[in-house]
């Protein structure tokens, strides 16, 4: 991180950039180009299933925050 943008930046961001690693252009090449994209691009499909299956349906959104009220309306008369 350039001297300037530590003007405007807190510490625990300017900790953080100077804690990680920039990968080299050769790095990034070999990451998206080379064998190791497919690797890459799986983990990532598989994050983001992880995170979608862990996501309530709208029904089931819907169905929690009615019961809630409903619920509350219960408790409070």
């Known amino acids: ?3 300037f ?16 690693s ?4 050769d790095e990034l090449v070999e990451m998206f ?3 190791g994209f497919d690797d890459v691009l799986k983990s ?4 983001i299933a992880n995170v979608i299956e862990q996501m309530p ?3 089931q959104f819907y169905d929690g ?3 809630s009220t409903i619920d509350q309306l219960e408790k409070n008369k």
Do not use: C, H
């Open 1 to 3: 991180m350039t001297q």
């Open 5 to 20: 943008w530590r003007l405007f930046t807190s510490a625990y961001v300017q900790d953080f950039v100077d804690s990680v």
């Open 22 to 25: 920039i990968p080299t252009s």
């Open 33 to 35: 180009i080379g064998n």
């Open 44 to 47: 990532y499909k598989d994050e």
């Open 57 to 59: 349906t709208f029904k």
């Open 65 to 67: 925050v009615k019961q």
